[in-house]
């Protein structure tokens, strides 16, 4: 996800919007961000702040946040940066959490947005996941932004035809260590899939700058 990106600002601010257990607010504070990160689930929360307390030169660049994206617990135009990865396809309110983050971005900051994208392949299976829509398309996506004040700076696409078979052959495995185990050779295959873009993706990236009040 972050890679998808190769002009960001050395630091600033940055909203880990849905942030799992806390995978890009690491990496970004290992950058010299500062990092807000919020999830609605307190458990996820809950860990990211004991690593903390093992990573004692990130606590004070990360700081963890249980709360919605639909009601961010943050003041307006703050965050240079805004990562949003997989997590909107979960909301029924996903455009309340596309208002908010509009709202905490600073005018010039970066969003970065990751959503499985509309196909056939995910139309069979979004419910097994927890997904609310089987993705969205790319002129959605831009209608969306644009109507909130950003400007697209990239579009990208992931996860075809051979990443979706690798996807869906490691979650066949139900033993964690056997999945530790098997996740860096998966991975690697799943680099591939990238160069091979074979059938319709399943996942998009969207880049996008806020543009400064008329």
């Not at 972050?2 to 607010?25: E, F, M, N, T, V």
Request: hydrophobic share 45%; charged share 20%.
């Amino acid at each position: 996800m972050l890679r998808a990106a190769s002009r960001l600002p050395a630091a600033g601010r940055a909203l880990d919007a849905g942030c799992g257990y806390g995978i890009y607010s690491f990496s970004l504070a290992e950058r010299g961000w500062t990092v807000d990160s919020i999830d609605l689930e307190t458990v996820r929360i809950e860990e990211i702040k004991k690593m903390l307390t093992e990573a004692p030169d990130l606590a004070a660049r990360v700081h963890p946040v249980a709360g919605s994206l639909a009601t961010l617990p943050f003041q307006d135009q703050v965050y240079d940066l805004i990562v949003c990865s997989e997590v909107i396809e979960h909301m029924p309110e996903d455009v309340p959490a596309l208002n908010e983050l509009a709202r905490v971005i600073k005018p010039g900051g970066t969003l970065l947005l990751s959503v499985p994208h509309w196909s056939t392949h995910n139309l069979r299976i979004f419910r097994s996941f927890d997904h609310e829509r089987p993705g969205y398309t790319e002129g959605a996506l831009r209608a969306f932004l644009t109507e909130r004040g950003f400007e697209i700076e990239k579009v990208s696409f992931y996860e075809y035809r051979f990443g979706t078979f690798l996807f869906d052959a490691y979650n066949r495995f139900h033993s964690k260590a056997l999945m530790g185990l098997l996740f860096y050779p998966f991975y690697a295959l799943y680099l591939l899939d990238a160069l091979l873009t074979v059938g319709e993706p399943n996942g998009i990236i969207v880049i996008a700058k806020k543009l400064p009040k008329p």
